[in-house]
């Protein structure tokens, strides 16, 4: 049985993609690395007692013994790196632990697994020829866009947040050490993800949660900063598709074709509450959208081109805004109970 190293799979998309990975494919033994966070929560592997094939362990990616430790101890064949600082604004407050996990972590995870795997540069030792590097990164590695025009893999990186600028100096060293080492490696750069699991601090479990408890909905600056949707689901399936295929080197962007601004969001969202769980004094809930101090530094526009991985891989988006959005909304009901 193969061994899978995830890391950062008690947080949003890490826990989503182990479900629906040991649903997928028995024959893979996973090994979940994480640091339990603020953001990790095991609550969010409701499910994985019922496979034998499923290993927890509570660790730092940055501590080099026991990354060490779990490679030799589990032989692990492959790593899918999720584990990360992901919020921008604590990136904005606290660049440090950013620097420290994003940046470093992925170092020691790449260290790790071309000492683990390799003789010298390009010789992988034997029957280490399988083993893969997939590492999760994000759009917003690319910076900015105007009103008009894609990200595409050919863009040239230009972060602009320490949250970003971690990624990207992540997905420079991975690339490093396919060049160089020879690891089978690939980065998928994924535009925003929302669905079950997601962390109250991002936008829609916020507009989420204050609307239901009467609070004011805050939205950044003009509210007209827009970004790439997707489903959390329909990442694990790019994720899948790319780590299944035989493209070692390359990134893919992977992206929903669903550009919304915060303010869209936040209306639509509040009109779903209006209709679901309207307010007893008959107001909508659109009257607590507040403006607030917009985020410093604050990327306009994001938005993906995913056509090589539509191309190459067959992948598209299954879900569209309207129906990822009735799933996100009712796992939230559950967990805010309403
Ligand atoms: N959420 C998005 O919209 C989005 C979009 C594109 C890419 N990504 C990338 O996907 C990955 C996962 O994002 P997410 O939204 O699930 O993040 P998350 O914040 O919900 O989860 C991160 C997980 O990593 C763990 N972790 C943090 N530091 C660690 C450390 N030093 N050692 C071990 N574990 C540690 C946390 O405990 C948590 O469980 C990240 O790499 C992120 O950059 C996220």
Redo the contacts with the bound molecule.
């Keep these: 049985m193969r061994s899978i190293l995830i890391?950062?799979?008690?947080?949003?998309?890490?826990s989503n993609f182990i479900l629906y990975f040991l649903q997928k494919y028995p024959h893979y033994r996973l090994i979940n690395?994480?640091?339990?966070?603020y953001?990790?929560?095991l609550e969010n592997l409701q499910g994985v007692e019922h496979y034998e094939n499923y290993i927890f362990i509570k660790?730092?990616?940055?501590d080099k013994d026991f990354i060490e430790n779990i490679f030799t101890h589990y032989a692990i064949d492959f790593v899918i790196?999720?584990?990360?600082?992901?919020?921008v604004d604590n990136s904005i407050k606290n660049p440090s632990a950013f620097i420290?996990?994003?940046i470093n972590?992925t170092f020691n995870l790449l260290h790790t697994a071309y000492l683990s795997w390799f003789e010298t540069p390009n010789k992988p030792k034997k029957d280490k020829e399988h083993c893969i590097f997939h590492h999760?990164?994000?759009?917003e590695v690319f910076g900015s866009l105007g009103e008009s025009g894609y990200f595409s893999e050919s863009t040239p990186y230009a972060p602009n947040s320490p949250y970003s600028a971690s990624?990207a100096s992540s997905d420079m060293l991975v690339r490093s050490y396919h060049h160089t080492y020879g690891l089978k490696t690939f980065i998928t750069?994924?535009?925003?993800?929302?669905g079950p699991k997601?962390?109250d601090e991002?936008l829609i479990p916020t507009i989420i949660r204050n609307a239901l408890a009467g609070k004011g909905i805050p939205i950044y600056g003009d509210g007209h900063n827009i970004r790439d949707w997707l489903f959390v689901e329909d990442?694990c399936r790019a994720i899948d598709a790319v780590f299944h295929s035989c493209y070692f080197g390359e990134s893919f962007n992977i992206g929903g074709n669903c550009e919304r601004t915060n303010l869209e969001i936040a209306t639509q969202i509040c009109s779903i509450l209006d209709s679901t769980a309207p307010k007893a004094n008959g107001e909508s809930y659109q009257n607590q959208i507040t403006f607030v101090q917009d985020r410093a530094g604050h990327d306009r526009r994001y938005a993906i081109d995913s056509s090589k991985i539509q191309k190459m891989l067959g992948w598209k988006p299954e879900e569209n805004f309207e129906s990822g959005l009735e799933k996100t909304l009712k796992w939230y009901f559950q967990k805010y109970k309403v």
Excluded: P, R, W
């Design positions: 890391t950062g799979g008690g947080g949003f998309i890490g690395v994480d640091s339990l966070t953001a990790g929560d660790g730092d990616i940055c790196h999720f584990a990360a600082q992901s919020h420290e996990t994003n972590g999760i990164s994000t759009d990624k750069n994924c535009s925003n993800n929302y997601q962390h991002k990442h």
